[in-house]
DNA sequence: GAAGATTGACTTGTCAATCTTC
DNA sequence: GAAGATTGACAAGTCAATCTTC
């Protein structure tokens, strides 16, 4: 510890709490309020929307979400309740769900991702400089192998 | 959005998300482990010892945390139960609700602080070479002084 | 019996309404 | 009436147990 966390690292730990915080309460807001979607539910459509065939099997799904199993499996829930994704059967192994976009849902991120990528635009990126934006990945990653 | 939001951007954008979501799993886990604390109350315990007279009012305490007025008094609610802080009137305005730091809130945040700076240090603080912290606190402050 | 997904009981938070004191 | 804090109804997550299929 003595040599690695410092007053001036610390700070930066603080001022990475802040601004993730401040970033996620600014970004929840704008995509709530221009396009009535939870950002969780955005994560699910844009994952979906990735996948070939813009369908995955829950499993897969979970994997770059930030979400237990279960939590997983009421966010669903929800979202097919509202009409933007729906569930079905593997044909190949009856264990598995298929969690697949509707048209509904492919419209409902059309909206939505323009708002997003703005915000991202707006409040983080538009901040850095090509030095920090090299900073960023560097010391993430760093972070992320670690992990 | 043109200017901004470029590829290298947004894998910034990407890396901090999942730099962040990871990180805070970890220190949760290891203070949950070593302390039996979750990292939403060693905030609160935090925020409090900083304070003259290790208490706060319940209005200032929340200025630091990210969190709703009535999800303060819930944790207050289950800290007190557990008997690490404690609520205490205000003699100079009956409106106002003073939290103050038990003897027992105290020893819980002198064994939980090591054990989460050294979280903080192995996890994050080690990886920055001093042209990333410097970039850190760069680029966070601008981010934060526009929200 | 392990893999994939869901369910029941519970935890922790939010919003809007409320209560008390200024 | 506004400020400070709490409460009721509810939303969205977790863990452990369960169900079905491999």
């Given at each position: 510890m003595s040599t690695s966390l410092d007053e001036q690292r610390l700070e930066a730990w603080k001022l990475f709490l802040r601004a993730h915080a401040s970033l996620m309460v600014r970004l929840e807001q704008e995509l709530e309020a221009e396009v009535e979607l939870p950002l969780t539910w955005y994560d699910v459509l844009a994952q979906l929307n990735r996948a070939p065939g813009q369908r995955l099997r829950m499993h897969d799904l979970l994997h770059?979400?930030?979400?237990?199993k279960s939590g997983l499996s009421r966010r669903i829930d929800r979202m097919e309740e509202a009409g933007l994704v729906e569930r079905a059967a593997c044909p190949q192994d009856a264990r598995v769900v298929h969690v697949a976009l509707t048209l509904q849902g492919q419209d409902a991120l059309q909206d939505a991702m323009p708002i997003h990528l703005r915000g991202i635009g707006e409040?983080?990126?538009?901040?850095?400089?090509p030095d920090e934006v090299a900073a960023f990945e560097s010391a993430f990653r760093k972070m992320l192998r670690s992990l």
């Amino acid at each position: 510890m003595s040599t690695s966390l410092d007053e001036q690292r610390l700070e930066a730990w603080k001022l990475f709490l802040r601004a993730h915080a401040s970033l996620m309460v600014r970004l929840e807001q704008e995509l709530e309020a221009e396009v009535e979607l939870p950002l969780t539910w955005y994560d699910v459509l844009a994952q979906l929307n990735r996948a070939p065939g813009q369908r995955l099997r829950m499993h897969d799904l979970l994997h770059d979400l930030v979400l237990s199993k279960s939590g997983l499996s009421r966010r669903i829930d929800r979202m097919e309740e509202a009409g933007l994704v729906e569930r079905a059967a593997c044909p190949q192994d009856a264990r598995v769900v298929h969690v697949a976009l509707t048209l509904q849902g492919q419209d409902a991120l059309q909206d939505a991702m323009p708002i997003h990528l703005r915000g991202i635009g707006e409040h983080f990126a538009r901040f850095l400089t090509p030095d920090e934006v090299a900073a960023f990945e560097s010391a993430f990653r760093k972070m992320l192998r670690s992990l």
